[in-house]
């Protein structure tokens, strides 16, 4: 359908851009594409054979047949405009997505407020484990697949679902897996109420007989209201629910152990290789996927317990002085910060030092206690300057309104300006057997690789 297609992607730098144009190209199209500055993505894609233009030009479209663009772009960009005046195919990233998602038999899609990378990430490694050989598109980079996209045959497109701007609803599933429902993207959503409609119009979207699969312990994903004639399916550790994690304790290095209870009988027992409670939900909402697929039990304890992260969940990046751990966390939610600190406490070290980069002015500004209240309970807090992506700051917030509210309740928290100053404090400060976490959605992983000499 898309072979010798000449196909321009405006923001391509995008982690979904990025796959979408790769699997283009794996398709037989002709990928070109913009964005406003260099990235690691960028350079993938130049490595794929993906010539990227930095910044905007109009004569990039001129020859395209199809133009797909970000939604994080301004209405006005010049490329966008000469697309439209040139009457030429135009998409939004989900919309393409969606279209893409016609063309394969069974569609899962994987959506909740936190978590989604790493359960699709999950799903995929046990499909692969099973020979199911699928497609798949995620938010990050997978280790097994060294990508944030895999080609594989049309029966089975594993997506993760993202609910920013209602993306997801111009997808076409067959499953869907609702992790859960929480108050983020208020720039768009405005309230929790709209969030809980979006997700609700997300079920809706379900074929007759399509899987659905609920976090019953999630006080919002379990009112979700399904069609008649969907399968329902639940998961949880607290309340009754299909599938179950019991007998739950963790290793010295804070990895879960847990016996999986499927309809109240014994199905697997699993030992995860990353950190964090809510992990045990990730792994039994992939569970039970597998179940409803007849993924093997073998294929699911193998994809579960070798599952090592997407780039950026927890990732361990390594070893400063011979033993002072640096880890990174995409979390940028206080809801995702607290599963962070939760998993951090597992482990055992002298003391913990958490460096945050909010990610927009407007979440800083909606979720400035919270915040707070997550990052106060950290040994050691530095806040980085505020990463506005797609914003400017019109809401009145900076770093120091987050300082002062922490420094009420812990003194060793301080703003710095830039990351290598942060660097050269942490030089500065860390001791033997201290952790060193960078937390956020913006570059702050730079800290820790710029720690360890990896940038």
Known sequence: MYKDKKIHLIGIGG?????????????GAKISGSDQSHSLNTEMLENNGIPV?????????????????TSAISSEHRELLMAKKLKKEVYERATFLGMLSKEYKNVICISGTHGKSTTTGMITSCFILDDKNPTVQIGAIHPLLNSNYRIGNNEYFIM??????????????????????????????????????????????????????????????????????????????????NLMAKNITYDNLGHPIFDIYYNNELFLNIHLNILGNHNIYNALATTLIGIIYNISKDAIKKGLESYSGVKRRFEFLGTYRDNILVYDDYAHHPTEIKATYDAVKNINCHQNFA????????????????????????????IAPIYPAREINIYNVKEDDLVNIIKKDNNNVWYIDSFPKIVNFLKEKVQDNDLVITIGAGPVNEVGLKLLNKQ
Do not use: W
């Open 355 to 382: 460096i945050f980069q909010s990610h927009t002015y407007s979440r800083t500004k909606e979720h400035l206690k919270e915040f707070a209240d997550i990052l106060k309970k950290f040994d050691n807090v530095i």
């Open 15 to 27: 982690i979904s851009m990025s796959g979408i144009a790769l699997i283009l190209k794996n398709l």
């Open 160 to 241: 993760e679902s993202c609910e920013y701007k209602n993306s997801f609803l111009s997808f076409f599933p067959t499953s869907e897996v609702i992790l859960n429902i929480d108050d983020d993207h208020l720039d768009y959503f405005k309230n929790i109420d709209n969030i809980k409609a979006s997700f609700q119009k997300f079920a809706d979207l379900l074929p007759q007989n399509g899987n659905l699969v609920l976090n019953s312990d999630d006080e919002n994903t379990i009112k979700i209201n399904p069609k008649e004639n969907i399968n329902i399916y639940t998961y949880g550790i607290n309340n009754n629910s």
């Open 53 to 69: 233009f930095i910044g905007e030009s109009e004569d990039l479209v001129k020859d395209a047949d199809i133009v797909i663009y």
